[in-house]
């Protein structure tokens, strides 16, 4: 494992931001559809001077899926009624249902992708969310990252965020990464939060390990 190296490139910092603690600075946030906990898609962070918190996005990525499901569901409604018929467009109904089923998968993730990402950089929005988790700096022993293969976001190939509390009683909190570049996003603010006073331990698996 290697040391993450300091940088603050690209990140813009907020001061008196509504939702925060007195004197409190906020580094950054994300939300993404590419971010989970446990076995729920959907997920937010975002990072202070001083503390990093954890928002669920579950019920909003399930919200925005949905026209995906109905359309789906009623394709497959129609090819279990029609089963038996002989007619020459039901016998290709099952492939177009296929290549369907594919094409508004793609395209239903990335518009949800879209509308929860512009939400990772509304602090107002995030703070008022119910907190899945919260942790200062002096609570935080580790910060410890893994990259997902590039290219890939789905899959076997998925990165991680795991947080180790102080306290050995309470268990890590792991964060699933299923996309590069949603990694890269929270990799630097992580370097950002890490490398502030007081300083937090972060580390890195290297690429491919």
């Known amino acids: ?68 499901l109905i359309v789906i569901s009623s394709l497959y409604l129609l090819l279990f009624f029609e089963l038996g018929s002989r007619e020459i467009l039901f016998l290709f109904l099952p492939l177009v249902l296929i290549l369907a089923d594919h094409a508004l998968r793609v395209l239903s993730r990335r518009f949800s992708e879209r509308i929860i990402s512009r939400k990772g950089v509304d602090v107002v929005w995030l703070t008022k969310r119910k907190k899945d988790f919260e942790l200062s700096k002096k609570e935080i022993e580790e910060l410890l990252m893994k990259s997902p293969l590039r290219g890939l976001n789905l899959g076997g190939s998925r990165g991680y965020l795991r947080i180790t509390p102080k306290d050995h009683q309470v268990q890590p909190i792991e964060i699933k990464i299923h996309g590069w570049n949603q990694h890269q996003k929270l990799r630097d603010l992580v370097i950002n939060f890490a490398s502030r006073e007081p300083r937090v331990r972060a580390v890195e698996y290297p690429y491919g390990q």
Do not use: C, H, N
């Open 1 to 68: 494992m290697t040391t993450l190296p300091g940088t603050t490139s690209g990140l813009q910092w907020k001061e008196g931001t509504e939702g925060l603690l007195f004197g409190e600075l906020f580094l950054g946030g994300m939300a993404s559809t590419y971010l989970g906990r446990g076995r729920s898609i959907g997920y937010g962070l975002y990072f202070t001077d001083q503390r990093v918190i954890g928002v669920r996005m579950r019920l909003l990525a399930q919200a925005l899926l949905a026209p995906y």
